[in-house]
C-alpha cells in the first residue's frame, strides 16, 4: 500500500509539473506573437514529443547510454559529458537530436541545459527560421492547421502519418480548450518574472480584445459602461472569468 502511495505521488507531481509548463509556454508563446491557436499547436507537439518537459533524455537512450535525465542533465552542465551534441539522442521540450541543433542548444543554454525558459527562447530563435511555420503560428487561427505545419515541417518525428497528424491535432485542439477556458487570472499569473509581459491594450472599434492585467471593472471604465453592460453583450455569466485574448464587444 505504501509503494502504491509513493507511486500515485509520483504520477501527481509530475502531472502538475507538466501543466504549470504548459501555462508558462502559453504565455512565452503569446508574448512573442504566436496566435493562440499557434500556441495550442505547439503545445499540442511538444506534449507528444516530451510532455512539455524540459528536463527529459529519450527514454530508449538512458539504457544505452547508462545514464538517467538526472545524470545526464548534470554532467552535460558541469562539462564531464562531451558528447551531447554527438550522441543523438533525444532531449529537452522538441526532444533535440541532431547534432547541428543540439550543438546550437548547448551554446545557447550552457550551464544551465534542463532550463525552460532558456529552451523557450532557443525553440523561438530556431522556428523563425522555418518561415512557413512561423507564418502560420503567427497568423492562423485553425488549431489542427497549426499543429501539422509544426509536426512536418518543424518537429519533422519518424512517424508522419496522417493518423498520428490527426493525434497531434487532437492533443493540440485539447489544450486549446482547456487553457482558453480558464479564468484570465489563472492564465496570467506571473512565471517569476522570467518573461516579461508588455501587452499593451488593444482595441478595434467597439471591440476589445482582453489582455493581462484586465478586469471586467477596468474595461466598463475604460469605456465609460458598466459590467453588467459587458456581462449583457457577451454572454458573461460570471464577471470574474475573463480570460487573455478573449475578445468583447462593448456595444
Not at 492547421?145 to 498520428?164: D, F, H, Q
Amino acid at each position: 500500500m505504501k509503494s502504491y502511495l509513493i507511486f500515485a505521488l509520483c504520477i501527481l507531481t509530475i502531472t502538475c509539473t507538466i501543466t504549470e509548463n504548459m501555462k508558462i509556454c502559453w504565455r512565452f508563446f503569446l508574448h512573442h506573437g504566436i496566435t493562440k491557436e499557434g500556441a495550442a499547436g505547439l503545445l499540442g507537439n511538444l506534449k507528444a514529443e516530451s510532455g512539455v518537459r524540459p528536463d527529459i533524455l529519450e527514454k530508449s537512450k538512458q539504457s544505452k547510454l547508462h545514464m538517467t535525465s538526472e545524470e545526464y542533465i548534470r554532467k552535460v552542465n558541469d562539462g564531464t559529458y562531451t558528447k551531447f551534441t554527438s550522441d543523438r539522442a533525444g532531449f529537452g521540450l522538441v526532444q533535440w537530436t541532431y547534432p547541428s541543433r543540439k550543438e546550437n542548444l548547448l551554446k545557447h543554454c550552457r550551464g544551465k541545459i534542463q532550463d525552460l525558459t532558456c529552451q523557450l527562447e532557443f525553440l523561438l530563435i530556431e522556428i523563425q527560421s522555418y518561415k512557413g511555420v512561423y507564418k502560420t503560428i503567427t497568423t492562423s487561427h485553425n488549431v489542427a492547421e497549426c499543429a501539422k505545419s509544426i509536426m512536418l515541417n518543424y518537429e519533422k518525428p519518424g512517424n508522419t502519418t496522417p493518423e498520428n497528424q490527426n493525434k497531434r491535432a487532437q492533443m493540440a485542439t485539447e489544450i486549446y480548450k482547456e487553457i482558453t477556458g480558464m479564468s484570465l487570472e489563472v492564465v496570467s499569473q506571473e512565471d517569476d518574472g522570467k518573461t516579461e509581459d508588455t501587452t499593451q491594450p488593444q482595441s478595434t472599434g467597439r471591440t476589445y480584445t482582453v489582455v493581462k492585467g484586465d478586469t471586467l471593472t477596468k474595461i466598463a471604465k475604460r469605456f465609460n459602461t458598466t459590467v453588467k453592460r459587458l456581462c449583457e453583450l457577451n454572454n458573461i455569466s460570471n464577471p470574474n472569468l475573463i480570460r487573455v485574448g478573449q475578445v468583447l464587444r462593448i456595444d
